[in-house]
């Protein structure tokens, strides 16, 4: 049964892990869905959290490899969890000179069905936008303006109006029989639902798009937001907007279970 949250922060002199007392700021982060046991690409989040440290803090790779291995030894094996790994640099912790990597086992928020899009004005401020972790508060303060409109998530547009993500997800859309996304050079998080999703595509020899749209392209358009927490959910509104968002349509729930269907024991 899913308990309380833990912090643990890893000494990487032993390879264990001690309590921390409270979190703290983070310059790399990850997270993923554990249910009981069963995590879906969590080797591509391995492989995601190793390069952004590697990238931004020159930590080597087995080092921090070492401490992902580790991490997953301590995640439960029943209920829901939805546990967080972090790297925080020298100077913003105190629990190692030459930095720290922290686990935390948090319970899984409830996860919903659709989302609700809110769509700010200016462009998006990120400064490591194909990173999780550096631009965090500013992705936290932007679903917060998002939820007091009355929405469920911020779309994360380019300089020139291109659709890019949302705060927390990314977006794909369909044209017809066509599953579309933004190029993979487009400034944005290299997501593992995302990447797990165009497997699926290959697999199905469904045809794949890469295009840069404006909003106005999505205008009656399905679109679906992803990410390792809820899996699909589609756009169900596009929140102060004209824009319409049609129903799903019945390959939702059919994509839904070929995702499920990636899920493999931690």
């Given at each position: 049964?899913?308990?309380r949250a833990r912090?643990?922060?890893?000494?990487?002199?032993?390879?264990?892990?001690?309590?921390?007392?409270?979190?703290?700021?983070?310059?790399?982060?990850?997270?993923?869905?554990?249910?009981?046991?069963?995590?879906?690409?969590?080797?591509?989040?391995?492989?995601?959290?190793?390069?952004?440290?590697?990238?931004?803090?020159?930590?080597?790779?087995?080092?921090?490899?070492?401490?992902?291995?580790?991490?997953?030894?301590?995640?439960?094996?029943?209920?829901?969890?939805?546990?967080?790994?972090?790297?925080?640099?020298?100077?913003?912790?105190?629990?190692?000179?030459?930095?720290?990597?922290?686990?935390?086992?948090?319970?899984?928020?409830?996860?919903?069905?659709?989302?609700?899009?809110?769509?700010?004005e200016e462009a998006?401020?990120?400064?490591?936008?194909?990173?999780?972790?550096?631009?965090?508060?500013?992705?936290?303060?932007?679903?917060?303006?998002?939820?007091?409109?009355?929405?469920?998530?911020?779309?994360?547009?380019?300089?020139?109006?291109?659709?890019?993500?949302?705060?927390t997800t990314s977006?794909?859309?369909?044209?017809?029989?066509?599953?579309?996304?933004?190029?993979?050079?487009?400034?944005?998080?290299?997501?593992?639902?995302?990447?797990?999703?165009?497997?699926?595509?290959?697999?199905?020899?469904?045809?794949?798009?890469?295009?840069?749209?404006?909003?106005?392209?999505?205008?009656?358009?399905?679109?679906?937001?992803?990410?390792?927490?809820?899996?699909?959910?589609?756009?169900?509104?596009?929140?102060?907007?004209?824009?319409?968002?049609?129903?799903?349509?019945?390959?939702?729930?059919?994509?839904?279970?070929?995702?499920?269907?990636?899920?493999?024991?931690?």
């Amino acid at each position: 049964m899913t308990t309380r949250a833990r912090r643990l922060v890893w000494r990487g002199d032993t390879g264990a892990f001690a309590t921390a007392s409270a979190g703290g700021p983070a310059l790399v982060v990850d997270s993923w869905l554990v249910s009981d046991g069963l995590v879906r690409g969590l080797d591509l989040h391995r492989e995601r959290f190793v390069r952004a440290c590697a990238a931004l803090a020159g930590v080597r790779t087995e080092t921090t490899g070492a401490f992902f291995t580790a991490a997953v030894e301590e995640l439960p094996r029943s209920g829901d969890w939805f546990p967080r790994v972090e790297y925080a640099p020298a100077g913003t912790t105190g629990d190692a000179a030459a930095g720290a990597f922290r686990l935390w086992i948090r319970p899984a928020p409830q996860r919903g069905s659709f989302v609700r899009m809110w769509v700010p004005e200016e462009a998006d401020q990120r400064r490591h936008p194909a990173v999780k972790g550096p631009d965090l508060p500013y992705l936290l303060a932007l679903r917060d303006r998002a939820l007091a409109a009355g929405a469920d998530e911020a779309l994360l547009l380019g300089p020139g109006g291109q659709v890019l993500e949302g705060t927390t997800t990314s977006l794909l859309w369909w044209r017809g029989d066509k599953l579309c996304m933004p190029p993979d050079e487009a400034p944005a998080l290299h997501g593992v639902t995302r990447r797990l999703i165009r497997a699926i595509a290959g697999n199905l020899w469904c045809p794949v798009g890469f295009e840069y749209v404006t909003l106005a392209d999505l205008d009656g358009v399905e679109v679906w937001t992803v990410n390792a927490l809820h899996g699909i959910r589609p756009v169900s509104a596009w929140a102060q907007t004209a824009l319409r968002a049609p129903a799903p349509t019945d390959r939702l729930h059919h994509w839904r279970r070929l995702l499920t269907a990636t899920s493999a024991p931690i």
